[in-house]
């Protein structure tokens, strides 16, 4: 095709040029996409109906140089054509700004205010799949407010572009064509067929901006023939008025009709949004503009589930949970029922599965050339980051806030990469319940499940050492300290290792937290939710794990992989590859002393929480009319208690003391 110089804008073609194209695509072997969809999208022709038809056996079908199949994707057929500018809308699935919405793989997500719903093949009566997509809304309005949003999310920022995008399209028009898929609307009002760009979302942005049209009324119009014959009118009036060149209805003349494709078929329709998204995921894997990092990675990771779907080593219903694409409950391995913690935790298990295969699984040599890993070499330390990156990214779809996807970048080890990862196949909430007793349970969950939780929760970040990351997030808004330590995921797990009951129960309040959609409670040394209800921040989470307070993880479970030798036992290394020299005995007097500090000071805080809890007894009891709160044996007996722990700590802090040299009394000699 080539472009044409207008002076004005063309009038719309009338409703039976619409339906002769619409006749004529019908009946144009492997065009499938439904008689509305192409209705919608021929109401947009800008050019002779002539060009685009020719005669065959009596009977006109598109010209066959106007159709091609892509070279990759599913096999799909895109009809090239020449429309108004003003055709084509916003797609809301942009890879470059997932994190702005809500996943239908986050189990919260009913309550989300951007939640985008599952995304099927669209269907017609004969319940036979075609080329077109459908989502359901919940009415009319809805669907222009996503649609509206999604505009805006591109108009935020512009990536890294070097030049002003809409001044380019206003001076030298559009030059390479956008790719449209055709999506239905569903909605109590009815259905609404459009054509969202899947390939040059900001292109539309823009000349929607250039054209002055309102893509969703366009898109929800009675009449769009009439509603674009009234904005072309419009516009023409415009014209009359420009006294140069260079008068913006002038320039806007470069876009008011463009060259686009269309995905009017699909060799296999079930796949016909992966085939329709491929493109523009390519394009944020090795994105030259400016993606966060979220949103990158998490490109890449479908990038790595799309090449398991390819191979038939993952369905298709796994494939689209996986990337985020549908509820966890479709998955037939979700028990029926299942809660908000566990739901996230199968999906997460499932994903850490993909990225780290055992040896002689099929996956291992597609990952590699998904993450365009050098062939032959073996994994090293920054394959394994960039493979825990997109993971970590994929593993936040579920929730309803994205968290820095470098969370997971020490959590396994090189020689486990290169080995593969099998974890125990039991839920957090089954490790949960022996977290205390079991020491495999233990070291699952803080290994590959507290560093996504934390993050989650707000507790940790990161940034290692950045002044963003010193900031101090307290959610009681209490006076204390402006800016925290700085430290590692490493640090925070550690430490959590050397508090094991402080850690099981703040894991166990994250997963209740969870479930009930509420703030996570402050948890004390024992593992203890905090009876007045203190919500858990950052600065609390530092002070209850102090920073340098262990020096390393627990040792990973016994997992054996399962198309490995299982004969002799293996093991997984420790986080810490390289361990330091034995430790002097000054050195140990110096550690063990901290220790000493560090037990004083909690059994302080106890004795803080133990008046707190004495007040909150006395206080409810008052309320139930009881008295005396405690029965006579039972206050004595707690008072006994009390005075011999105290006993204790006086006779244990005595050795704390400078030791009394004896005195020799001498006796004069004789």
């Known amino acids: 095709m080539t472009s044409e110089s207008l002076s004005e804008y063309p009038n719309p ?58 070279p990759d994707g599913e096999g799909a057929l895109e009809l090239s054509v020449r429309l108004f500018g003003c055709a084509g809308s916003t797609w809301e699935r942009n890879e470059r700004k997932n994190t702005c919405w809500t996943s239908p793989a986050n189990p919260a997500s009913a309550t ?23 989502v359901t809304m919940a009415s009319a309005k809805r669907v222009v407010e996503v649609i509206s949003r999604a505009a805006e ?16 399209l206003l001076l030298n028009g559009q030059a390479v064509p956008c790719l449209m898929v055709a999506q239905v609307y569903r909605t109590p009002e009815g259905d609404f067929w459009a054509w969202p ?17 309102d893509q969703a009324a366009l898109l929800t119009a009675p009449d769009v023939t009439a509603a674009l014959q009234l904005w072309a009118a419009e516009r023409n009036a415009e014209l009359e008025h420009a006294d140069s060149d260079d008068d913006p209805a002038r320039l806007a003349l470069q876009v008011a009709v463009v060259d686009a494709r269309l995905i009017v078929g699909c060799a296999n329709p079930e796949l016909l949004y992966q085939a329709a998204q491929a493109g523009n995921r390519r394009d944020h894997i090795h994105a030259n503009l400016g993606f966060t990092a979220n949103d990158q990675e998490r490109a890449i990771g479908r990038r790595v589930l799309a090449e398991y779907r390819a191979a038939g080593i993952i369905k298709k219903t796994e494939f689209d949970v996986l990337a985020g694409d549908l509820p966890v409950t479709r998955l037939p391995e979700c028990p029926p029922d299942v809660g908000v913690c566990e739901q996230r935790d199968l999906r997460c298990r499932l994903l850490l599965a993909q990225f780290f295969p055992a040896a002689g699984d099929r996956r291992r040599r597609l990952i590699r050339k998904a993450m365009a890993e050098p062939d032959g070499e073996q994994l090293n330390s920054q394959h394994t980051v960039e493979r825990l990156r997109a993971y970590s990214a994929l593993c936040s779809v579920s929730w309803s806030t994205a968290w820095n996807p470098r969370v997971d970048d020490s959590t396994v080890p090189v020689a486990n990469a290169r080995a593969g990862i099998a974890i125990s196949g039991k839920s957090a909430v089954q490790l949960l319940a022996v977290a205390d007793k079991e020491d495999d349970a233990f ?78 409670r402050r948890v004390d040394a024992f593992g203890i939710v905090d009876v007045v209800g203190k919500v858990a921040d950052q600065a609390w989470f530092d002070d209850a794990f102090p920073k340098g307070t262990g020096t390393r993880l627990p040792r990973p479970p016994y997992t054996a992989p399962a198309s490995a030798p299982t004969s002799g036992r293996q093991t997984q290394r420790p986080l810490f590859q390289t361990l330091p020299p034995p430790p002097s005995d000054r050195e140990l007097a110096d550690t063990k002393k901290a220790g000493v500090r560090s037990v004083l000071k909690q059994i302080e805080d106890l004795t803080k929480d133990l008046a707190v809890l004495v007040d909150a007894a006395h206080s409810h009891a008052a309320a139930a009319h009881m008295s005396p709160t405690w029965e006579a044996n039972e206050s004595e007996r707690l008072n006994v208690q009390a005075g011999n722990i105290i006993e204790s700590l006086k006779h244990v802090v005595e050795g704390t003391r400078p030791p009394v040299e004896d005195i020799v009394v001498g006796t004069p000699s004789s």
Not at 112 to 134: F, H, T, Y
Not at 197 to 213: A, C, D, E, F
């Open 13 to 70: 073609h009338k409703s039976e040029d619409v339906v002769r194209l619409v006749e004529a695509a019908l009946a144009t072997d492997g065009i499938d996409a439904p008689r509305e969809a192409l209705a919608a999208a021929f109401a947009y022709i800008a050019e002779p109906v002539d060009r685009l038809v020719i005669t065959q056996d009596g009977r006109e079908r598109i010209h066959p140089d106007r159709l091609s199949r892509q």
């Open 153 to 168: 999310l591109l108009a935020e920022d512009d990536g890294r572009r070097r030049y002003d995008l809409t001044e380019d």
């Open 197 to 213: 760009t899947v390939k040059g979302n900001n292109r539309t942005k823009s000349r929607h901006q250039i054209l002055k049209s």
């Open 443 to 520: 070291a699952e969950l803080v290994r590959y499940r507290a560093p996504q939780w934390l993050a989650a929760f707000k507790l940790v970040d990161a940034d290692r050492g950045s002044m963003g990351a010193q900031a101090n997030r307290s959610a009681d808004g209490e006076s204390g300290p402006t800016a925290r330590d700085r430290r590692g995921i490493t640090d925070v797990l550690a430490a959590m290792n050397a508090r094991r009951a402080q850690a099981v129960g703040l894991l166990r309040e994250m997963a209740a937290a969870m479930e009930e959609g509420r703030a996570l």
């Open 112 to 134: 989300a205010q951007w939640m985008l719903p599952p995304i099927e093949v669209w269907r017609g009566l004969d319940n036979k799949p075609a080329a077109a997509l459908s």
